[in-house]
């Protein structure tokens, strides 16, 4: 049956390794799209801290050969030298130490079970597992997370970044805000600002910074920073009305870019991919301006959109299956800058 991995269908199974930031993930995957197992450990900050660069590849290191033991077991892979048809990982963008830390056991399980290793653009991996989870077909992409804020659309095998963050990531400037509120980043701080947010009554006026295609958010952040703690010691408003605000006013300026792009292209669908994704006051913005322009709005749940194995799984079995030539493991190296342009997409029409 197509269904089984035997016999003269065989269907192509990846296994990929995720570990560009705080999440460790371990995916895989049939090559109809179908997911296997997504085994995934976060590494949580301590509250007011950031995730550092050593803790987390500490983090990725400790239990890496754990959640590899779990996604095989859970996707019933008991040869993997026989069953898989290739490994991926992520090459970058991401933090150093904690890439390096991932890549590694690629690449030596690469070597151990002899099968050829894809090297993936994290960016774009995000955008396909989103295409393949919603169904959307040709979308103007809004990728955002705590590292990136890109909106990209797909033109001649590439895809295209028509505006971005001049500096800091959305999810950069939501995490920081956090700890200077003192929130929690369990399970994350961007999760937890979201539900305070749900809480806010009033809109604190802060700066709006969109220049064309691009936004800034560094601003923002300085000004609620300074205001902020001024605005709680005299009652003048709550944490949630803050954060609140701040979600108002960053999302505003992500729906705008996103509009004129899907203006420029003339498309009709919007994908949200990326961990910033799931945050449901994210979505119903970005509804209500696709609705008025008689498109269709795309997005996944946590389980696609948070940093995961399956997506790179994926990526790499669709590189695979459309002629990209294997990295060889003394090039199986990682960047801590990795364009999303500069893949050329050679799955897509």
Not at 41 to 64: M, V, W
Not at 131 to 148: E, H, I
Not at 241 to 254: G, I, K, P, V, Y
Request: glycine share 8%; proline share 4%; hydrophobic share 35%.
């Amino acid at each position: 049956s197509s269904q089984s991995n035997e016999g003269p269908h065989r269907r192509m199974l990846c296994i990929g390794f995720e570990g560009s930031a705080n999440k460790l993930g371990v995916g895989i995957v049939r090559d109809d799209g179908t997911i296997l197992a997504n085994e995934r450990d976060t590494y949580c900050a301590p509250t007011g801290c950031g995730f550092l660069p050593r803790d987390t590849a500490k983090h990725h290191r400790d239990h890496i050969i754990r959640l590899t033991q779990q996604a095989l077991q859970k996707a019933n892979i008991t040869d993997p030298a026989k069953q898989l048809a290739c490994l991926s990982y992520t090459k970058g963008p991401g933090m150093g130490s904690p890439l390096v830390s991932t890549a590694v056991v690629a690449r030596a399980l690469a070597l151990l079970w002899n099968k050829p290793l894809i090297a993936v653009n994290h960016c774009v991996a995000h955008i396909e597992m989103g295409r393949q989870v919603t169904g959307a077909k040709d979308p103007v992409v809004l990728y955002v997370s705590g590292g990136n804020t890109q909106v990209i659309a797909y033109s001649l095998k590439r895809y295209r970044i028509f505006g971005e963050t001049i500096d800091i990531a959305i999810g950069n400037c939501l995490d920081r805000f956090a700890r200077v509120i003192s929130v929690s980043n369990d399970p994350s701080p961007g999760y937890n600002i979201e539900q305070l947010a749900k809480q806010g009554k009033q809109l604190v006026d802060l700066p709006y910074t969109v220049k064309g295609m691009d936004v800034s958010f560094s601003g923002l952040l300085s000004y609620i920073e300074s205001i902020g703690k001024d605005k709680l010691d005299k009652g003048e408003c709550t944490q949630s009305d803050l954060c609140f605000s701040l979600q108002e006013t960053a999302f505003a300026m992500l729906v705008e870019t996103t509009e004129r792009a899907m203006a420029h292209c003339g498309q009709s669908e919007v994908l949200i991919v990326g961990g910033v994704a799931c945050n449901v006051r994210l979505q119903q913005m970005m509804q209500k301006m696709v609705e008025e322009r008689g498109g269709k709005l795309f997005a996944t749940d946590e389980r696609y959109c948070i940093d995961n194995g399956a997506m790179i799984a994926l990526t790499g079995l669709l590189m695979y299956k459309s002629g990209y030539e294997p990295t060889p493991i003394e090039q199986a190296t990682c960047t801590q800058r990795y364009r999303t342009d500069e893949i050329q997409v050679t799955w897509r029409d």
